[in-house]
């Protein structure tokens, strides 16, 4: 009996080395969710299945031995590739960290789609190298908005005025437009993720 086979599109939020000659990737999908994926890793990648980098947004052809719980790439063809964000360390740093959170935090079913518009967003604005402190900030917090958890009735209204205006601010204003300083959206991102981790169960890599 063949294996079960999925043909899909995913952005790949994280990559590294699994079994010997096999590295893991953890995929987004928004139709199918969170995947974790293995690809074959050759000196010269077939035409097929080049192989994928993180950011990439690929089509591929998926197989499962185990029900679903690792799927193999038999085929892959990236769609889009993140080159640019290489060019800025913190922008990059930014979206690998968000990329994390995505890649451990469970996912509603049917806010998929809404997450992974959220993500190409993200990551076009963090290709830009504008603020990419305001951009992590703003897609945390519409990450748990699109949840549907209470962060501005529970998280906000229990801030200082001051930290109100403020998140406010990095919430209202674009990328290129943001006032706010980064030393005060890093601190505001980290009450955050810290209300998030405590509250609702969102993982966030160790800083």
């Known amino acids: 009996m063949s294996a079960p086979t999925l043909a899909t599109e995913f952005h790949v939020l994280d990559r590294g080395p699994g079994a010997e000659g096999w590295m893991r990737l953890t995929v987004f999908s928004a139709a199918d969710g969170r995947l974790e994926c293995m690809q074959r890793i050759t000196a010269k990648p077939a035409a097929a299945a080049p192989m994928l980098d993180l950011f990439d947004f690929a089509r591929a052809t998926l197989e499962t031995r185990n029900q679903g719980r690792t799927w193999f790439v038999r085929e892959a063809l990236p769609l889009r590739r993140r080159t640019g964000l290489g060019a800025s360390y913190a922008a990059l740093t930014h979206a690998c960290r968000f990329a994390r959170v995505l890649a451990r935090t469970p996912v509603h079913e049917e806010s998929r789609a809404t997450v992974a518009a959220l993500l190409e967003r993200a990551l076009d604005a963090w290709e830009t190298g504008i603020r990419p402190d305001a951009v992590y900030?703003?897609?945390?917090?519409?990450?748990?908005?699109?949840?549907?958890?209470?962060?501005?009735?529970?998280?906000?209204?229990?801030?200082?005025?001051?930290?109100?205006?403020?998140?406010?601010?990095?919430?209202?204003?674009?990328?290129?437009?943001?006032?706010?300083?980064?030393?005060?959206?890093?601190?505001?991102?980290?009450?955050?993720?810290?209300?998030?981790?405590?509250?609702?169960?969102?993982?966030?890599?160790?800083?």
């Open 137 to 207: 900030l703003k897609s945390v917090f519409l990450l748990a908005r699109d949840e549907g958890f209470p962060v501005r009735e529970a998280w906000i209204r229990q801030l200082p005025a001051g930290d109100r205006t403020a998140i406010d601010a990095v919430l209202r204003q674009p990328a290129a437009g943001q006032t706010t300083p980064e030393a005060e959206v890093r601190r505001l991102a980290t009450a955050l993720e810290d209300y998030l981790a405590h509250e609702h169960d969102f993982v966030f890599p160790t800083r």
